[in-house]
């Protein structure tokens, strides 16, 4: 089917040319990183083959890990999930991978996303595991939304995710977690780094690999993967995936940066990489004052105040102040010993919304 | 009592209360209506009348604080020593144009006070301006632009007549010193640039050697250029767009000591807005010579960092302030000994103890763009050099990658053409280095050689 929508969208330039890896077959796509033209076979090769290389090169992944996928139902992860497999497999890595999944409660998005994700379990053979953020903070996002509106949700959305992420594979004992960003997110997020001027982060934003000394490092296979080639591949492999956009912010990611990296690409398709090489070779100086890290006092997981941002934002909500941690925070986080304590108290006597955050049993 | 407002509820009810509020209401209504009359007057001097877009300041408060960043600039980064004969780059805009007019009244002030004193220790800088002439892109007709360069010389001789020169040389002049035979190498040389990028950035680089060979041969000790804040930004997102972000610090400090004339940039906290809005207040007329819009990606960066700044009028600054923290290289700051000598006794320490932490690093310098290459082109030089035959080969591999990709031809064939093309001055940064090189190697080795065949230098 691809060869044919390919060849008749262009029939001029696919016509008496051959793919340029194999030299055998009639080209069925442009490739986005290169401009090539090459068949569909030889595409699958040469992304499979990319990122099984950057895989071994930067080390991520050792014999006999288990390995949570973080699995949203979109292309980025599908496609994550299915190739990490895949290679799992050609490849003899000896992973235990997982797909693990956070269900933000959200009504007509989240829902029929992680029904995609069920089907990825049973196509794949990957098993499940879904955390939400009811179960995790007491709060649904639908529940959140109603509370504080739809200004600085995404926020909200952000934080609880990406603890929720390491909650859940700290419940599943994994040793690393895998998700879907790709070159043109980490560009996308140079860019911004530079916009705000957030040098900490600028040094931060290319690794490969972070969160080594915590718990549980992240790591993005996708590091040098084009967004584009990575629906292509969706595409070309029939893959199930979820493509609606968040109900609560469907212009999240039509920013100003990622508008610009789409031009970019369109003049030169390398520019995504230029970008993260930039990244990568920034001479940041050693005395640049990095944030330290701490853990959180209420709930262990990492952070740099005393609250983490999580708590801090869970505590608003529940008190009523929405406000709270959003913005700029420095030094105390906001919030007082007293403040503190009563809230501890309350929340003994009502026994429900933060017992759930309390996380002693989860090992950070 | 004092009145309490709307929200007490303390006796406001009584009739007194409200009587008070009310004449108080009636201040404050004057009050703001005075506030009113007065916000057009100056917010720093309170005299002058205060000027759209000069972020309320009348134009003698907003001129103080454009020539008070200039002057801070040039004093704390030492730039300009006594003895110093300065050519200032001219291009025709407004930054550049403020920068002429800065430096002219900053040497005029000086002469004067020289004048007055009594010892007449210190010299006062000289000071001479440089035009590059790049008629040749312009698609305006001949007679337009001898009237432009009449008009550049015009306003060149109306600041100061007493300058010792002005120099305006055609860009064509960098590739050979016949005119005719000069442009129809520049013009070689672009048609082989296939990246409409590269083509731009190339004539950027060959403007810069231009420049440099003006100072040297006419005996000029700094360059000065005009970029401003806007510049640097866009020069900042650019750079980070084509993968040069190790060699991005060099670039965005105030010094940059790497070329033969060290290079100045005191307008470097200056706005773009700011300096053409200066230019019409004080009528300071500019001459645009060029009509191309850059294309390519320059041309996309400068749009996105317009709309960005539309979206936001400080952007440009935290982009730069951004760079700025980026470890910069040692030829960022003037290092040479005794330079700061001229510095009074309680200010040179601040210099002297910066100069002695890392001045012994130095870097290899692409000869094409002249960025430091980072570690891993470095690597990828001395392990592609040892294969390289020809000369052409050589000043290839000592090239950046940026430049390799957006410049260098394709094919051997091509490399030696382009090669055979490029300015004498451009050629010679890396052979110098080269072949000093090998034949020190080979004084090193000479007495365990058995033939001087392999003497291919």
Known sequence: ?364 | MASCGGTCDFNCGSKEVEEETRERVGRISLAAASAAANAARCSKCGDGDAREGCNGACTACFRAYLFGKFKLAVTSNAMIAPTDNLLVAFSGGPASRVALQFIHEMQSKLVKSWDASNSQALPVFGVGVAFIDESIFSLKQSHEIEKAIENVQLIVSSISSVYKGIHIKPIENICSSDSKDGRSRLSELLDMITDNTGKEDFLQYLRMLSLQKIALENGYSKLILGSCTSAIACHVISATVKGQGYSLPADVHYVDTRWEVPVVLPLRDCLAQELSLLCHLDSLKTQQLLDRPSAGINGLVSSFVTRLREENPSRERTIVRTAEKLKPFCFNKFSANGYHDFLPSRLRPKFQNADNSDSVLSEVLCPICGSPLSEIELHNMRSTEGEARTRAEIFFTHCCQSCCFQILPNGAAAYEKFFSLLPQLMMRRVKDGMLANRSQLREEIKDYLLDDQDDDT
């Open chain 1, 1 to 364: 089917m691809g060869d044919v929508e390919a060849s008749s969208a262009n029939p001029k330039r696919a016509q008496g040319r051959l793919c340029s890896i194999c030299g055998e077959k009639r080209p069925a796509l442009k490739r986005p990183k290169t401009l090539e033209e090459i068949c569909r076979e030889c595409f699958y090769n040469v992304f499979e083959d990319e990122i099984h290389k950057v895989i071994v090169e930067n080390n991520l992944f050792k014999c006999g890990e288990r390995v949570a996928i973080g699995a949203s139902g979109g292309k980025d992860s599908t496609v994550l999930a299915y190739v990490l497999s895949e290679l799992n497999r050609r490849h003899s890595y000896g992973l235990d991978l997982f797909l693990l999944s956070v269900d933000e409660g959200i009504t007509g998005y989240r829902d029929d996303s992680l029904e995609t994700v069920k089907r990825n379990e049973i196509q794949y053979g990957l098993p499940l595991k879904i955390v939400s953020y009811k179960d995790l903070y007491g709060w649904t996002m639908d529940e959140i939304v109603k509370a504080i509106g739809l200004k600085n949700n995404c926020t909200f959305c952000g934080v609880f995710r990406r603890q929720a992420l390491d909650r859940g594979a700290a419940l599943l004992k994994a040793d690393k977690l895998v998700t879907g960003h790709n070159a043109d997110d980490i560009a996308e997020t140079v860019l911004l780094n530079i916009l705000r001027g957030d040098i900490a982060r600028l040094s931060r934003c290319t690794y490969i690999t972070t969160g080594e000394d915590g718990p549980i490092p992240r790591c993005k296979p996708f590091k040098y993967t084009y967004e584009k080639e990575i629906v292509m591949y969706a595409y070309f492999k029939k893959l199930d995936y979820f493509s609606t956009e968040c109900i609560y912010s469907p212009n999240a990611y039509r920013g100003f940066a990622r508008e610009f990296i789409k031009d970019l690409e369109r003049i030169r398709p390398r520019a995504i990489l230029d970008i993260i090489r930039s990244g990568e070779n920034f001479r940041i100086s050693t005395f640049t004052r990095m944030p330290e890290q701490g853990t959180c006092k209420r709930c262990g997981y990492i952070s740099s105040q005393k609250l983490c941002k999580a708590c801090l934002l869970l505590e608003g909500l529940n008190r009523g102040l929405p406000k709270l941690g959003i913005g700029r925070t420095k030094g105390h986080n906001g919030v007082n010993k007293d403040d503190e304590q009563q809230k501890i108290s309350h929340s003994r006597e009502k026994g429900s919304s933060l017992q759930s955050k309390q996380c002693g049993t989860l090992d950070f």
